[in-house]
């Protein structure tokens, strides 16, 4: 190998996962990278889907509570949920718990 193909070789460029920039500088790092990005990927659609499931039986809830008089939301048990993720996962858990406590209210 010659000395500028050497020096070419071993100077760091951006490494590419599947066509997509990973910001890696190493081929080892942008495959770590790729597969937390799989992981994450796997992640994501595992926690829509637990979320939809949630959605379902707050709407079975919010159901049988109207259809037995009551209000449709439950204020102290939404406290309740916003006091748990807020322990679990500190401030941004309560914009989560709102978030989620919203796509859950009104599906009846």
């Known amino acids: 190998m010659t000395a500028t ?10 490494a590419r996962a599947t066509g997509e920039e990973t910001g890696a500088r190493t081929p080892e790092a942008a495959g770590l990278i790729e597969n937390a990005r799989e ?5 994501d659609a595992h926690i829509i889907g637990l979320v939809q499931e949630r959605m379902a ?19 102290s048990r939404e406290m309740e ?20 406590l919203e796509l859950c209210r009104g599906r009846v």
């Open 81 to 100: 949920v916003l006091g748990h993720y807020r322990d679990a996962l500190g401030k941004p858990g309560t914009a989560l718990a709102m978030t989620l």
């Open 57 to 75: 039986v707050s709407a079975v809830i919010q159901e049988a509570r109207i259809a037995s008089g009551g209000r449709r939301v439950n204020l």
């Open 39 to 43: 992981r994450i990927d796997a992640l």
């Open 5 to 14: 193909a050497t020096a070419a070789a071993t100077v760091a460029t951006p």
